[in-house]
């Protein structure tokens, strides 16, 4: 019998410190998510992280958490309600950290008589601490618990028609209501070092701006071509202007280098420089999180504004936009046949 796991991050069970502490214990000590030797990720995450941020990131996740819990969770149970009611087949929902955890959903199914799996990361875009440690929890866990299951992973899916249909209907529908004057896709950011060691080729990826133009197999695993291939396939779909639309990435943590250009100078610079009405959109998430309704939704607004922006909005991530859940669904029954 074959069914399906919807894939999220995850959420801190609640605002409080110690929660926040957790869910950053588990998440922040993965070494796709921080990719050191265990013993100096332990110190930095241990030693020095889990003892400022919790306490930062909770006031945080306060400013945005609703009367239902956490928005990425809420929003992704809707999700799955949705794509479950348009498809015969079992859906659950599982969260990479925290809950509903991986082990759960794919105890569930197991109980409901499901021996394969379509595992669905729901991220667009491929990337070490994301979709691929997802994958590799779950061969973990089928392995050692559920031995008898075969697993199929949807892979990364930036660039499937009704994928890039959906989000644009998402889009657009939003943009004839704003009409701003610049739209920024703003995605997450990686480390640069997660670009180049994910290069199956090992030599393609420079991050020097023309390598992800370059055909190449190192595109099948690189985040940073697939981020500018989502907002390629978008504005190629809405018929965007060149010059009205950009490309940033956000939520970088420490010193290292990360893919640029940064957010949040990226929309300081357009406040700077005179623009009026900003839109800002971000495709790396499926959900919106603390990273769209507060980083951006909040902070970036803000920022904005204090440097003489104007108008500011950010576009809602696909949520449990039915278009949406009908293309998850759709991927299901396709997948099962």
């Known amino acids: ?17 110690k929660d926040v502490r957790n869910y950053l214990d588990e998440f922040l000590m993965d070494e796709r998510v921080i990719d050191v030797p265990y013993l100096f ?30 928005p990425l969770i809420v929003l992704s149970q809707r999700l799955h309600k949705k794509v479950q009611e348009n498809t015969n087949i079992p859906v659950e929902l ?26 669905i990361p729901l991220y667009p875009q491929f ?17 050692k618990q559920f031995p008898n299951i075969k697993l199929t992973m949807v892979p990364a899916f930036y660039n499937q028609p009704d994928y890039v249909e959906a989000l644009s209907d998402r889009i657009q529908n939003e ?8 739209l920024l896709f703003s995605y997450h950011g990686v480390p640069e070092r ?11 990826c420079k991050i020097d701006g023309s390598c992800c133009n370059t055909p190449s197999a190192a595109h099948e695993f690189c985040y940073r071509h697939q981020c500018y291939e989502t907002t390629k396939s978008v504005a190629a779909k809405l018929n965007l202007k060149e010059g009205s639309y950009s490309t940033s990435f956000q939520s970088r943590l420490g010193r290292d280098p990360w893919l640029q250009p940064y957010t949040d100078k990226t929309i ?24 769209t309704l507060e980083e951006i939704g909040l902070e970036a607004k803000h920022s904005f504004k204090e440097n003489g922006g104007g108008e500011f909005n950010m576009i809602p991530c696909l949520n449990d936009n039915d278009n949406w859940a009908k293309t998850l669904s759709g991927w299901i029954e396709d997948w099962a046949k």
């Open 1 to 17: 019998m074959k069914g399906a796991l919807l894939v999220n991050l995850g959420s801190p069970n609640s605002t409080s410190t």
């Open 41 to 70: 990720r332990a110190f930095l995450v241990k030693g020095i992280i889990l003892n400022t941020r919790p306490k930062k990131s909770a006031a945080a996740y306060k400013k945005i958490w609703w009367d239902e819990g956490s």
């Open 94 to 119: 599982a969260m990479r950290y925290g809950n509903p955890s991986m082990k759960s959903g794919i105890q569930k199914l197991a109980e409901q008589g499901v021996d394969e799996i379509l595992l």
């Open 127 to 143: 990337a070490m601490a994301t979709t691929e440690t997802i994958e590799v929890l779950a061969k973990k866990i089928v392995k």
């Open 175 to 182: 943009l004839t209501k704003l009409e701003p004057e610049h």
């Open 194 to 204: 997660h670009i180049k060691k994910s290069d199956v080729t090992k030599s393609h």
């Open 268 to 291: 300081d610079n357009f406040a700077i420089n005179g623009l009026k009405k900003l839109a800002v959109v971000t495709p790396a998430f499926v959900s919106d999180c603390l990273e």
